[in-house]
């Protein structure tokens, strides 16, 4: 079989291509269906803007027990993997996410949710749910949501493009500049390799399903930091077709100021959004006090 091999730009002092080791490891730690692979406090350090990244994967009715909750100075990232889930905004209307759609999230200075996904037609879902830190001129800035089928977002080989810019392909959520997020999908035996944009010194992949050699293994359920630098990676499925995502970003160049649901770049930006968060959680409470609990609230702001 045919290796594919794909690159980003061209590069005329990185003519010959010097894969990057690996740093860091981790399988995370399990709480039900989530497994937290990445927290702000942990790695969310080392490869900032990415701060947080859970594998989600079990029956869908988990989806129903996710309470309301609030975050600011973020964005999360949800990508469906295996299944799918419905998504019900006021602003956004009503939509199926499935393999390779997406759900963003800018928090920016405060936001409840937890409700606008539901269970979707399939019996078993299988995702990620990233969160990146904001720069300080959105931490603190209104909500921005957006729901993308599967059919809008756009593919270059064996990747679609989640976030930044991949070929030339510019995907459509409205993230900041500097960073680059994929799902790829690779067939058993195939290899492919990713060079990151000048500039994008952090760079990690998680596996969910089948097995990568990088060189050196990464199985599913895993997540890889590689060392900093601007070197080329190439990855090839093993034994059968390997479902991936792969971020590389220009380094985040502010201190994570941490709150419970929050990352912020400095203390003030954190006491803003905190006391949003917790202004908004209040006027939420009134509402469905009136309402007796009927109302149904996906997203608060």
Known sequence: MALLQTQIGTRSDRETITDRAISYRTTGSRHGSIVRLMSPSDLGHLIKPFVFLDLFEGESSFINGMPMHPHSGIATVTVITEGNL???????????????????????????????????????????????????????????????????????GPARVILGSYQGVQSPVRAPAGMNYLLVTLPAGESWTYIPPNGHESLWLSVSRGTLSVPGVVMAGEMVIFEPGNGAVTLKAMHKDTVFVIGSAEPHPYDLALGNYSVHTNPHALRSGEAKIAEIGARLREYLKKSNGSASVPVFK
């Open 86 to 156: 419905r998504f019900e905004d006021a602003d956004s209307g009503k939509g199926m996410i499935d393999y390779g759609g997406v759900e963003w999230m800018r928090a920016g200075g405060g936001v409840w949710h937890g409700k606008e996904m539901s269970v979707g037609t399939s019996k078993r879902i299988q995702g990620f749910q990233l969160w990146v830190a904001l720069p300080p001129a959105l931490e603190n800035a209104s909500v921005d949501s957006q729901y993308l089928e599967s059919r809008v977002m756009p593919e270059v």
